[in-house]
Antibody
Framework: QVQLVQSGAEVKKPGASVKVSCKAS????????MHWVRQAPGQGLEWMGW????????NYAQKFQGRVTMTRDTSISTAYMELSRLRSDDTAVYYC??????????????????WGQGTLVTVSS | DIQMTQSPSSLSASVGDRVTITCRAS??????LNWYQQKPGKAPKLLIY???SLQSGVPSRFSGSGSGTDFTLTISSLQPEDFATYYC?????????FGQGTKLEIK
């Protein structure tokens, strides 16, 4: 069965960096894009970007450009999200989510079909 | 980026009620609209994809409709386990975006 298992909670000081991992199992890791979504306490879902585990190509939300780096290690089926220059408003639960995709001559389907359990990142002095 | 606006932001309803949540996109997104349910402390769960297709295993009381800029999620007869927060999400553009969420509470 498909599983995405994320690393544990982190506490960081403002200005530091954090790197969250997402270990995939139960499917071919390189066959599905991995996205990252975060959720601040009591707030909604915010899309951060994606990585293509096959090529390593990435696409980041404009808000996070220059601060986020998504990487992967195909040998251990793990995706990573690193966020730098942390601020207090980066306190959030960070999720990885697998993108399901299907397409035809004039259509495509994209949605998140599996999610990690979430990693709480707390930024506090 | 495409902005997604849900209404209402919160909703009180009773078991057995029929409930409709609306999601509006800032530009046409065809049918590239998905709906998720999230319960406290849990990851979101896919309910509806491509505006109206029911994800496997999701009860048939959930349905979705719409295309272009206006979409709805309907729960035909609320069950106790349906009280949660619901999000729409567009996958039309390369930058995906979510609605702000609709919290469904027990009246």
């Amino acid at each position: 069965q498909v599983q995405l298992v994320q690393s544990g909670a982190e506490v960081k000081k403002p200005g530091a960096s954090v790197k969250v991992s997402c270990k995939a199992s139960g499917y071919t890791f390189t066959g599905y894009y991995m996205h990252w979504v975060r959720q601040a306490p009591g707030q909604g879902l915010e899309w951060m970007g994606w990585i293509n585990p096959n090529s390593g190509g990435t696409n980041y939300a404009q808000k996070f450009q220059g601060r986020v780096t998504m990487t992967r290690d195909t040998s251990i089926s793990t995706a990573y999200m690193e966020l730098s220059r942390l601020r207090s408003d980066d306190t959030a639960v960070y999720y990885c989510a697998r993108r399901y995709s299907s397409s035809g001559p004039s259509w495509y389907l994209y949605y998140f079909d599996y999610w990690g359990q979430g990693t709480l990142v707390t930024v506090s002095s | 980026d495409i902005q997604m606006t849900q209404s209402p932001s919160s909703l009180s309803a009773s078991v057995g009620d029929r409930v409709t949540i609306t999601c509006r996109a800032s530009q046409s997104i065809s049918s590239y609209l998905n709906w998720y349910q999230q319960k406290p402390g849990k990851a979101p769960k896919l309910l509806i994809y491509a505006a109206s297709s029911l994800q496997s295993g999701v009860p048939s009381r959930f349905s979705g409709s719409g295309s272009g800029t206006d979409f709805t999620l309907t729960i035909s007869s609320l069950q106790p386990e349906d009280f949660a927060t619901y999000y729409c999400q567009q996958s039309y553009s390369t930058a995906w975006t979510f609605g702000q969420g609709t919290k469904l509470e027990i009246k």
